[in-house]
Nanobody, 123 residues
Framework: VQLQASGGGLVQAGDSLRVSCAAAGLTFRSFVMAWFRQAPGKEREFVAS???????YYTDSVKGRFTISRDNGKNTVYLQMNSLKPEDTAVYYC??????????????????WGQGTLVTVSS
């Protein structure tokens, strides 16, 4: 199984950015997909998840600004990030797993992880 994250970069506050994660070696449509992030000096935290049926769930700090989506034909999950803030600066990781939907924010329930892509938001 391989998850390849891409699309990170340096942007200014208020800008938009889309990160992608291409999956290989798994039946993509059968997995819950999620994005987590880890800011410098902090623990990794949940950002958003999307179910097999494309239901979505977000942490409060990104609601209304970030959108997670998936393309099962391309085995890819996306995170569209709008109105970026300096506090969004982090390495963003994609993950694949089969958690119960009510537990989709729990890092320990994801079996597969990408390598991360760095998003830096300058003020």
């Amino acid at each position: 199984v391989q998850l390849q994250a891409s699309g990170g970069g340096l942007v200014q506050a208020g800008d938009s950015l889309r990160v992608s994660c291409a999956a290989a070696g798994l039946t993509f449509r059968s997995f819950v997909m999620a994005w987590f992030r880890q800011a410098p000096g902090k623990e990794r935290e949940f950002v958003a998840s999307i179910s097999r049926g494309s239901h979505t769930y977000y942490t409060d700090s990104v609601k209304g600004r970030f959108t997670i989506s998936r393309d099962n034909g391309k085995n890819t999950v996306y995170l569209q990030m709008n109105s970026l803030k300096p506090e969004d600066t982090a390495v963003y990781y994609c993950a694949a797993g089969t958690p119960a939907w009510g537990s989709s924010d729990l890092e320990r329930l994801y079996a597969y992880w990408g390598q991360g892509t760095l998003v830096t938001v300058s003020s």
